[in-house]
Structure formats: structure tokens, C-alpha cells
């Protein structure tokens, strides 16, 4: 088996090749089905333009085919001494068809194949995201409606503030997450245009159709100048990582409260016990370990831009070893923050609630702003009303009226949850996910 697509009868130094492969191997099992459906896009063009004949286009997608299944079941590997994946299933169609195995990569390089490679990836892995976000968001705006009417302090500063409601709290969170998605389309967007066809950066003296690949692989368009489409990698990655840090980071502050109001001091929620651990030495405890833990992977996931701008911030134009590295930090991210987004959906799917919170009197100031926006309803001057309550804390005469009238949109009496969940539900379908799994459905012969 032929182990390397620039072999030229010579030898290479193997802690050179130690070096320079990495850990590509590993990383590039993560693209073993995309640059398989890759390839099978581009011969069925290479077939339009005369480069191979009908029949050869016939036994190379049989072959593709099974090595497509044999990805998918995840029993795809790369041998040891093979480069990459490009590498592994050029000698594996060449061993199995001979010599036709060696023209699928006429018209192309390695270079925008792994540019493609990356962007089928990218998709599948943000429909993937997306979906598990949508069923997040659910899960919050479902607690927010059956805990409407529980009311709980609301903090500034870390001090209690003003009367806030479950409803409010697990409300907020599914909103950050459809902003969150907001960015993700936008990642989206840039990820879903076709880089194929610009070759290592400066096209390609053959015909090629890049607009028949497009159609085929399911894209909105494609990276047109071919010098660009190479520039977009690292900047791809770079704004995909922004879309995963934002998701990361609302993932990050939700578990910070979920940890806050768990603990006995604040008693405003309760954790399944089956998502709690113990300790080896406190027979009374119950940690919320997944949330700690979700709180640190998400605090690393908002690093990943940086990480991927600092790889490729000083590179010029044109192909670069450097951004193999980036492949290391980027793909498995993705399976990083489903694992969060699935367990922080369970947990708080399961969470119950403390009904009774501001029973205690140490949360009767916040009520307070209640009492002056009820003076200053009555024709008191708010600073005058302001002044008078204040006054009365002081003395410690201040009795709350407990009784809370909030009507505003997005207020305690008007969530706005139908508004936030028709919005998240407009966003996910604007994704068009269902063209990319046609396109890809009907290139597989599905």
C-alpha cells in the first residue's frame, strides 16, 4: 500500500516524520466519512468533465461507499506509516480498483481537501449542537412555566436586590441559549460554502465544475476566489469557536448558579440525588459535581478562539504546516460541549425548587422597591417615597407587602416564554439543515 501522496522514491528522517505528522492520525478520524463523501462529489464531477470514464465513476463510489460504512460505524482506521486520512482512503481504493484508485485526486490538493473535510465536519457537528441547545432551551422555558408564580430574591453585588421568580431564572437561560444560536447560524453561514476546487490556494488548469460539487455536498455557495478559500482556514475554526464559546459561556454561568443555590446557605434548589456525589469522609454530602465540572470544561471551551487566533495570527496568505495544529484543539471541542449540554439538560430537567424561600424574613427587603413604586402609584413623589422607606429600614419599621404585580413584557406576570420559544424554533429552521442531509442522503444513494 502506497503510504504517501508526495512520495517520490525518498526517504524521510523518522523523528522529521514523527514530528510533522503529530497527532494528524488521530485527529483525522474524526474526518474519515466527510472526506469520503468529499471524494465522491468530486469524481462524480471529475466523470462530467471527461477526467474519469462511467464505468470507473461506477466502482469508485461502490468502493467509497463501504468505506463511507465502514467510518460510520466507526471501524474506519489509518495505518501506521499512512499520513492522514486522504492518504488512507487513496491507498485503500487503489489497493481494492488498482490504478483508477489513483485518479480521484486529479484537479485538487490536500490542501482543499482537508479545507472540506473540516467544513463537513463543522456542519455536521453544529446540527448536532443546535439541536441539543433547542432541546435545552426547552427543558428551561418548561421549568420557567410550572415555576412562574414561585417567587425567590433576586442579587446585586451578591446582595439581595429586588423580588425575581423561578420563572424568571430558568426563563433567562433558554433566552441566552437563542442568542447563542443567533451566533452559531451566523458560524454556520461561513462554515456551509464550499472551498473545493481552489486546490492548495490557486486553482486548477482542469475544468472543474465547482458548482456541480457545491450542489452535490449540499452547500449555500462556495469560497469563489480560490486564494480566500484557502485563507478561511483558522478563520473558519476561529468563528466557530466564538459561536461555542457563546453557548459555553451561558452553559458556564448557569452552572455557577445551579452550584450557588444548591448549597444549604441558600437552599433554593434541589439536585437529583442520582446527579450528586459524596464524600469519602462527610456522610451528609451531596455535590453538584456535574455543574462543577461543566463549569470548568466551559470555562476552557471560551479559550478556544484564542487558542485558534493565536495559531493563525501572524500567518500570511497561502498554505501553512501551522494550521494542522489547530485541528487538535478544534475538532474535539464539539464533543466537549454536547457532553455538557446533555448533562446539564438532564439536570435541569430534574431539578426541583424551593417554594417557600421568602418565608424567611432575612429576604423581606426586597420588597422594599415594591413598597416605594406603590407610594410613588399613589402620588407620592418617587424620591419622597424612596426616602420614606428608606427611613422606615432604618428604624426597623419596614413591613413588606409580600404581594408582587409585575405586567410588564419580560416581567415576573409576562415571561414572554411563547415569544422566546417561537423565536429559538424560527432560528433552528432557518438553519436549513434539511438541504445538507437530502444532498448527502441522495449522494450516498440513500
Not at 59 to 87: C, R, T
Not at 241 to 248: E, L
Not at 330 to 344: N, R, T
Not at 346 to 361: A, H, P, S, T, Y
Amino acid at each position: 500500500m502506497a503510504r504517501k501522496l508526495w512520495d517520490k522514491n525518498s526517504n524521510t528522517d523518522q523523528d522529521i516524520e514523527r514530528f510533522t505528522v503529530g497527532r494528524d492520525r488521530e485527529m483525522d478520524l474524526y474526518l474519515g466519512k466527510y472526506d469520503v463523501l468529499g471524494s465522491m462529489a468530486h469524481i462524480t464531477m471529475l466523470e462530467s468533465i471527461g477526467l474519469l470514464e462511467k464505468e470507473e465513476l461506477t466502482a469508485l463510489l461502490a468502493e467509497l461507499k463501504n468505506i463511507y460504512q465502514l467510518a460510520d460505524n466507526g471501524d474506519f482506521v489509518i495505518e501506521e506509516g499512512v499520513e492522514d486520512v486522504h492518504s488512507q482512503v487513496e491507498a485503500m481504493l487503489t489497493e481494492r480498483l488498482g490504478d483508477v484508485g489513483k485518479k480521484i485526486h486529479s484537479g485538487r490538493s490536500r490542501n482543499d481537501q482537508v479545507l472540506l473535510d473540516l467544513k463537513l465536519f463543522t456542519r455536521a457537528q453544529i446540527q448536532e449542537i443546535v439541536e441539543l441547545v433547542d432541546q435545552l432551551a426547552t427543558t428551561l422555558l418548561t421549568q420557567s412555566e410550572k415555576y412562574k408564580s414561585v417567587l425567590m430574591p433576586g442579587y446585586t453585588h451578591l446582595q439581595v436586590a429586588m423580588p425575581s421568580s423561578f420563572g424568571l431564572w430558568f426563563g433567562a437561560y433558554a433566552e441566552s441559549l437563542v442568542d447563542d444560536l443567533q451566533l452559531m447560524q451566523a458560524a454556520y453561514r461561513i462554515c456551509n460554502r464550499n472551498p473545493l476546487g481552489s486546490a492548495a490556494g490557486y486553482g486548477s488548469s482542469f475544468p472543474l465544475n465547482r458548482q456541480m460539487t457545491t450542489d452535490l455536498l449540499g452547500f449555500d455557495g462556495m469560497n469563489y476566489n480560490v486564494v480566500y478559500a484557502q485563507m478561511g482556514r483558522g478563520k473558519m475554526e476561529r468563528t466557530v469557536g466564538f459561536a461555542i464559546a457563546g453557548v459555553a459561556a451561558t452553559l458556564s454561568k448557569l452552572a455557577y448558579d445551579a452550584c450557588l443555590f444548591n448549597s444549604q446557605n441558600f437552599n433554593f434548589i434541589k439536585l437529583p440525588n442520582e446527579y450528586t456525589t459524596g464524600s469519602s469522609i462527610m456522610p451528609h454530602k451531596k455535590n453538584p459535581d456535574v455543574f462543577e465540572l461543566t463549569r470548568a470544561k466551559c470555562n476552557k471551551l471560551q479559550a478556544l478562539p484564542q487558542q485558534i487566533m493565536m495559531i493563525a495570527n501572524n500567518l500570511p496568505s497561502g498554505y501553512f504546516r501551522d494550521l494542522q495544529i489547530i485541528k487538535e484543539v478544534f475538532l474535539p471541542a464539539f464533543d466537549e460541549l454536547k457532553d455538557c449540554l446533555v448533562m446539564v439538560n438532564r439536570m435541569m430537567g430534574g431539578m426541583k425548587v424551593n417554594e417557600q424561600i421568602l418565608e424567611d424574613c432575612r429576604y423581606d427587603l426586597i420588597f422594599s422597591v415594591e413598597e416605594v413604586n406603590r407610594l410613588a402609584t399613589e402620588g407620592m413623589p418617587f424620591r419622597d417615597a424612596y426616602k420614606h422607606v428608606g427611613l422606615a429600614i432604618e428604624a426597623g419599621e419596614f413591613q413588606p407587602n409580600k404581594s408582587v404585580n409585575h405586567t410588564h413584557e419580560g416581567s415576573i406576570g409576562n415571561l414572554c416564554n411563547d415569544q422566546i420559544s417561537a423565536l429559538k424554533n424560527d432560528i433552528v429552521i432557518s438553519f436549513g439543515f434539511d438541504k445538507v442531509e437530502a444532498a448527502e442522503k441522495q449522494l450516498l444513494g440513500k
